[in-house]
Nanobody
């Protein structure tokens, strides 16, 4: 079974940083796309950062603006989301997601596997 386990959320003050982790197991990497999404209360789930092996183009949402980066530890099959200069509007549940590769990685409906979500709250 494919499993994604997200962790690292919490409460942070505006301007602070957090690093989210997503441990992935049971998936054979090759043609795939991988993403971080977020969903705030009352809002739709939106892509934060994602990439598809089909084109290798990293998508980042406009609100990222150089504050967030996505990386991975291939040896450990862990995906990371480093978030800096956090703002109250970044408050949301953050999800990691994985799927077979498609062209365009921003649509949450294209993803087959999801982590359970980790709450990020930015507040003073």
């Amino acid at each position: 079974d494919v499993q994604l386990q997200a962790s690292g959320g919490g409460l942070v003050q505006p301007g602070g940083s957090l690093r989210l982790s997503c441990a992935i197991s049971g998936f054979t990497f090759g043609s795939h796309m991988i993403a971080w999404f977020r969903q705030a209360p009352g809002k739709e789930r939106e892509a934060v950062l994602c990439i598809s092996s089909n084109d290798g183009q990293l998508y980042y949402a406009p609100f990222v603006k150089g504050r967030f980066t996505m990386s991975d530890d291939n040896a450990k099959n862990i995906l990371y989301l480093q978030m800096n200069s956090l703002k109250p509007e970044d408050t949301a549940v953050y999800y990691c997601a994985l799927a077979s590769a498609k062209y365009g990685c921003q649509n949450p409906h294209d993803y087959d596997y999801w982590g359970q979500g980790t709450q990020v709250t930015v507040s003073s």
